[in-house]
């Protein structure tokens, strides 16, 4: 079969619907994916959606595929990734996600596990060439038949995990935008479960995300959080991405808490427990991380952008917590190690609930002067050739520090500046922080200076905070 190549990402797969994600391509999925979890002596696989539009249909193609290869299917119907992710460690060890994520309305794709580990990599561009040959093994005979579907409800078993799992100090009023998400359809009553009062924005999950898009990363999509924080009475508000998996936090006073701050105080408190821990993060970080990973007692170890690249990199080091910049945290002490919006919200509560003003407690936490994500839009195919180029130009002189991890990320002893390949979208992903105003001013101009030298026409908006 004919297939579009550049929706097979880094660590997913991803595309527009129907152009070149559509039913026929997630049936083939099926049938690959399937034929390689036997291989592996995986018989059952998990299968979950998002809210969008187009899942159900994709859904149920590739369940078709699955059951065609002789896979016993275990649909877990409209989820968050993370209670796909959830099946997949409690009634199974492999699974499959339908989910665009973050990206728009039109798009869709699918996370994958399988035997317990994320694929990403060759492994998936290994299911590509599988689909391309059509080289499945379609079930036959008594020796392995069809397999069948089964229907699990997964929602009471995740919600009694957590509320076992996480105990808060005191009774905490919060405010929650899901932005239409399937977020909407579970964390409210989990938040309820654990003792909040909890007042609701967007809950309703809409596929056609009328209100805002649900992507906390992005400072626009929070205005509406921030306005009920300052009508209310509430002490903090959190935001969740389309399918669940990421956190955005906001506190009273409307200061978005990105996510590497949020690593400082999850790394203190699982390092209080774990000493000496390894804490993994990715490239997009503040230079303050690190410093505050080890003066809590762990070890920090800065890595490639990546929901399976982290998660694959927590397992090798053996590591208790990782985050990534884009609000992926990844809890190994007390959890599955997945990424988990709602959880990573439940474990934030729990350590702020201890003290009177939870908002001072986030407010506490060094920061530095910073953009958010910045995106330039580039042609299908150009985002890595340019990296390429700019790591072959990039000449600092000492003190700057050079990582080539993931794209060109140079630190210097006031700051870091960061451009890289997005592995979902063709766009480069560019991050400046400086300690000061001015090192900030000073390292995105010359970031940018080096940019420009390759693509003279780089544009972005950008938004300091």
Same mark, same amino acid.
């Given at each position: 079969?004919?297939?579009?190549?550049?929706?097979?990402?880094?660590?997913?797969?991803?595309?527009?619907?129907?152009?070149?994600?559509?039913?026929?391509?997630?049936?083939?999925?099926?049938?690959?994916?399937?034929?390689?979890?036997?291989?592996?002596?995986?018989?059952?696989?998990?299968?979950?959606?998002?809210?969008?539009?187009?899942?159900?249909?994709?859904?149920?193609?590739?369940?078709?595929?699955?059951?065609?290869?002789?896979?016993?299917?275990?649909?877990?119907?409209?989820?968050?990734?993370?209670?796909?992710?959830?099946?997949?460690?409690?009634?199974?060890?492999?699974?499959?996600?339908?989910?665009?994520?973050?990206?728009?309305?039109?798009?869709?794709?699918?996370?994958?596990?399988?035997?317990?580990?994320?694929?990403?990599?060759?492994?998936?561009? %290994?299911?590509? !060439?599988?689909?391309? /040959? @059509?080289?499945?093994?379609?079930?036959? $005979?008594?020796?392995?038949? &069809? =397999?069948? #579907?089964?229907?699990?409800?997964?929602?009471?078993?995740?919600?009694?995990?957590?509320?076992?799992?996480?105990?808060?100090?005191?009774?905490?009023?919060?405010?929650?935008?899901?932005?239409?998400?399937?977020?909407?359809?579970?964390?409210?009553?989990?938040?309820?479960?654990?003792?909040?009062?909890?007042?609701?924005?967007?809950?309703?999950?809409?596929?056609?995300?009328?209100?805002?898009?649900?992507?906390?990363?992005?400072?626009?999509?929070?205005?509406?959080?921030? %306005?009920?924080? !300052?009508?209310?009475? /509430? @002490?903090?508000?959190?935001?969740?991405? $389309?399918?669940?998996?990421? &956190? =955005?936090? #906001?506190?009273?006073?409307?200061?978005?808490?990105?996510?590497?701050?949020?690593?400082?105080?999850?790394?203190?408190?699982?390092?209080?427990?774990?000493?000496?821990?390894?804490?993994?993060?990715?490239?997009?970080?503040?230079?303050?991380?690190?410093?505050?990973?080890?003066?809590?007692?762990?070890?920090?170890?800065?890595?490639?952008?990546?929901?399976?690249?982290?998660?694959?990199?927590?397992?090798?080091?053996?590591?208790?917590?990782?985050?990534?910049?884009?609000?992926?945290?990844?809890?190994?002490?007390?959890?599955?190690?997945?990424?988990?919006?709602?959880?990573?919200?439940?474990? &934030?509560?729990?350590?702020?609930?201890?003290?009177?003003?939870?908002?001072?407690?986030?407010?506490?936490?060094?920061?530095?002067?910073?953009?958010?994500?910045?995106?330039?839009?580039?042609?299908?195919?150009?985002?890595?050739?340019?990296?390429?180029?700019?790591?072959?130009?990039?000449?600092?002189?000492?003190?700057?520090?050079?990582?080539?991890?993931?794209?060109?990320?140079?630190?210097?002893?006031?700051?870091?500046?960061?451009?890289?390949?997005?592995?979902?979208?063709?766009?480069?992903?560019?991050?400046?922080?400086?300690?000061?105003?001015?090192?900030?001013?000073?390292?995105?101009?010359?970031?940018?200076?080096?940019?420009?030298?390759?693509?003279?026409?780089?544009?972005?908006?950008?938004?300091?905070?």
């Amino acid at each position: 079969m004919q297939v579009t190549a550049s929706i097979f990402k880094a660590y997913d797969i991803r595309g527009v619907v129907p152009s070149t994600i559509d039913e026929n391509l997630a049936e083939a999925l099926g049938k690959a994916f399937g034929t390689v979890a036997l291989s592996q002596g995986e018989t059952t696989v998990a299968v979950g959606r998002d809210g969008r539009l187009s899942g159900p249909a994709l859904s149920s193609a590739l369940m078709r595929g699955l059951v065609a290869v002789g896979i016993e299917v275990i649909d877990v119907g409209a989820v968050t990734t993370p209670m796909l992710y959830f099946a997949a460690s409690t009634l199974c060890r492999s699974g499959i996600q339908v989910t665009g994520s973050h990206n728009p309305k039109d798009y869709n794709g699918f996370k994958m596990v399988m035997a317990g580990r994320a694929i990403y990599g060759d492994d998936i561009q %290994a299911l590509r !060439q599988m689909m391309v /040959a @059509e080289s499945w093994q379609l079930a036959a $005979g008594s020796e392995r038949p &069809l =397999g069948q #579907v089964r229907q699990v409800d997964v929602t009471a078993a995740y919600q009694d995990r957590i509320v076992s799992d996480i105990k808060l100090a005191r009774p905490m009023k919060i405010v929650m935008d899901c932005g239409n998400g399937i977020a909407g359809a579970s964390a409210p009553a989990i938040f309820r479960a654990l003792g909040c009062e909890v007042t609701e924005l967007f809950s309703t999950v809409d596929g056609n995300f009328p209100n805002h898009h649900p992507d906390p990363s992005k400072p626009e999509n929070l205005r509406d959080l921030m %306005a009920a924080l !300052q009508t209310g009475d /509430a @002490e903090l508000g959190l935001a969740f991405d $389309g399918d669940g998996d990421r &956190l =955005g936090i #906001v506190t009273k006073g409307g200061e978005n808490i990105y996510p590497d701050r949020q690593m400082m105080l999850f790394a203190r408190d699982v390092l209080s427990r774990v000493p000496g821990g390894t804490i993994v993060f990715d490239v997009k970080c503040s230079q303050r991380l690190a410093p505050e990973i080890e003066a809590a007692g762990g070890k920090a170890l800065m890595y490639r952008t990546g929901h399976s690249l982290i998660k694959a990199r927590m397992r090798e080091v053996d590591s208790p917590l990782g985050g990534e910049m884009s609000g992926h945290i990844f809890f190994k002490e007390r959890w599955f190690g997945f990424d988990d919006g709602t959880y990573a919200g439940a474990r &934030l509560l729990e350590i702020v609930s201890r003290a009177a003003d939870a908002s001072a407690v986030l407010n506490a936490l060094p920061s530095s002067f910073s953009t958010p994500e910045l995106n330039v839009a580039c042609a299908e195919g150009e985002p890595r050739r340019l990296v390429e180029r700019l790591v072959e130009l990039a000449s600092f002189d000492a003190p700057a520090v050079v990582s080539t991890i993931d794209g060109l990320r140079v630190d210097w002893p006031d700051g870091f500046g960061l451009i890289r390949s997005s592995n979902t979208t063709p766009v480069l992903v560019l991050r400046f922080e400086g300690q000061t105003a001015q090192a900030l001013q000073r390292i995105e101009a010359d970031m940018l200076a080096l940019l420009r030298s390759v693509k003279p026409d780089a544009s972005f908006a950008a938004a300091a905070h």
